[in-house]
């Protein structure tokens, strides 16, 4: 079980940026895959990006070329920095170590 902490939700226009954070209480060099999750209202939650512990990534198509997933080893933090928002990424964002592990969620409300 890992405890997971998300920041850096908010509101912002479209076209704007956002970078979300996901404190960890484990070495995540440690953790062989880390990823994050959104859930928008009235709809299932999906699979937006992760990284292994080796730094290979996965993108959904829908944020491909826009969202960049990263880790901080020394801080034990992953990121996901968001460019070019649109109404489409309003959500609530989870990060996530497979299976079992999720954190609170952080919202992200982008405005047309």
């Known amino acids: 079980q890992v405890q997971l902490v998300e920041s850096g939700g908010g509101l912002v226009q479209a076209g704007g940026s956002l970078r979300l954070s996901c404190a960890t209480s484990?070495?995540?060099?440690?953790?062989?895959?880390m990823a994050w999750y959104r859930q928008a209202p009235g709809k299932q939650r999906e699979l937006v990006t992760s990284i292994s512990r080796t730094g290979s990534t996965t993108y959904a198509d829908s944020v491909k070329g826009r969202f960049t997933i990263s880790r901080d080893n020394a801080k034990n933090t992953m990121y996901l920095q968001m460019n070019s928002l649109k109404p489409e990424d309003t959500a609530v964002y989870y990060c996530?170590?497979?299976?079992?592990?999720w954190g609170q969620g952080t919202q992200v409300t982008v405005s047309s």
């Open positions: 484990r070495r995540i060099v440690s953790i062989n895959v």
């Open positions: 996530n170590v497979p299976p079992n592990s």
